[in-house]
């Protein structure tokens, strides 16, 4: 495999990861997020998917990230008499998110975006040592 394909592999993987991660942080900021009347819908969890895809140009398969997909889990509930769309009994229905869950999912993305971005610094390194020895 030539250097330039390693790096475009690692820049779709770079790619993906930063949606994965842009998905994340929209979780965390809406984790306590309420619906604004009674019976409706609190914020809902999204999952990020990836899809593999060949590169033509390269011919090899990469990595993209796929659909959005929403988390048909359970919403769970707060007891606030006082809110908007609190429930005949004072209910809450808070949205699915967990942030234990996400902030865990963020730093494995983190250090898979670390990774891919280790692959495209390598390979630079490389390049640039090919290139010395090919003057000397």
Do not use: C, W
Request: net charge positive; aromatic share 4%.
């Amino acid at each position: 495999m030539d250097l330039m394909a390693s790096m475009k592999i690692a820049a779709a993987g770079l790619k993906a990861q930063s949606g994965r991660m842009r998905v994340i942080a929209e979780n965390l900021a809406n984790s306590n997020s309420t619906a604004s009347k009674p019976g409706g819908e609190p914020y809902r969890r999204k999952i990020p998917t990836f899809t593999q895809q060949v590169n033509r140009e390269i011919g090899l398969k990469t990595v993209s990230l796929g659909r959005i997909k929403l988390d048909q889990s359970e919403f769970g509930q707060r007891y606030e008499p006082g809110h908007p769309a609190a429930d005949a009994k004072g209910y809450v229905e808070i949205p699915n998110v967990n942030a234990l869950i996400e902030s865990m999912d963020m730093r494995e993305a983190q250090r898979s975006y670390e990774a891919n971005l280790n692959v495209i610094g390598a390979t630079r390194r490389m390049l640039a040592r090919t290139l010395e020895i090919l003057r000397a």
